[in-house]
């Protein structure tokens, strides 16, 4: 059987060789995207309507799942002919198979776990070049053109929180590697686009401060504190105070 490419980490899809989904409608992509995130496991028809509806599902929801499945099955076979066998019903669910490889969310989780064993055995530069891979994958808006339920947007905030983690690492290495400068320029937009991101501020602190921007670096950390202090009323944690120290003492 002939691969295809399923992408959940910018806008939910489904390509073959050399042929696009005809796939457009939200709620086919909605049930397109719990199948593929079940890592070809069974997924119940009652976890399927509450994905893809919430907890208020229409009467019509289980009918409407069946035309849905049927849509996928056709564009699969649109796709690459025979392809709708990888969509069976499996007792009271169904199951889409595809190979890790096929599905960009795996596929990059997977090219993360080998840049953490290159970090591990010193070799940062091929793990920095592993994590860009990851990254290039990874759109700031994951299960783009699916319907926002409640549970499918659980899962596109876990997957933007992932991302962000994966920049966070990125950044870290540029520091160990002495790429202050490329770190501060990756950190600049992550902080101002994520305001209360702790670990973001605390390395751009650094960044900054190994720049001998010091004035720069304790602005963002008073920036940071007041903003904590105004809309949470917290104060900034272990991580950044660590940062904001080192920068005046260290």
């Keep these: 059987m002939e691969s295809l490419s399923f992408t959940l980490l910018t806008t939910v899809d489904v390509t073959g060789p050399g042929r696009a989904t005809t796939i457009t409608a939200r709620r086919v992509r909605s049930v397109l995207a719990v199948l593929v995130l079940a890592a070809s496991g069974r997924v119940p028809v009652e976890h ?3 994905d893809v509806w919430g907890e208020r599902p229409p009467a019509s929801a289980g009918k409407n799942l069946q035309l849905y499945v049927h849509r996928i099955r056709r564009a699969l076979d649109v796709i690459c002919p025979g392809a709708s ?3 069976c019903r499996v007792a009271d669910g169904y199951c889409l198979r595809a190979a890790p490889g096929e599905v ?3 596929r990059v989780e997977n090219r993360a776990g080998q840049a953490e064993r290159a970090i591990g055995r010193g070799a940062l530069t091929e793990g920095a070049a ?3 891979l990851a990254l290039s994958e990874w759109s700031e808006h994951p299960l783009g053109g699916v319907n926002a339920s409640p ?3 659980a899962v596109a905030e876990q997957l933007r ?3 962000l983690t994966l920049l966070e690492r990125r950044c870290e290495l540029d520091l160990a590697m002495d ?3 490329v770190a501060a320029d990756r950190l600049r937009p992550l902080v101002a686009g994520n305001p209360f991101r702790e670990t973001a501020h605390a390395l751009l602190i650094t960044a900054l401060g190994r720049m001998g921007q010091r004035a720069q670096a304790a602005e963002v950390f008073h920036r940071l504190r007041r903003g904590l202090d105004h809309e949470l009323a917290m104060q900034p944690g272990p991580a950044v105070r660590a940062a904001y120290q080192e920068l005046i003492f260290g």
């Design 85 to 87: 066998q990888r969509l």
């Design 130 to 132: 592993l994590l860009d």
């Design 161 to 163: 929180e992932r991302r």
């Design 151 to 153: 549970g499918l947007r």
């Design 179 to 181: 790429r202050n400068a």
């Design 48 to 50: 399927l309507v509450g």
């Design 104 to 106: 960009d969310l795996f």
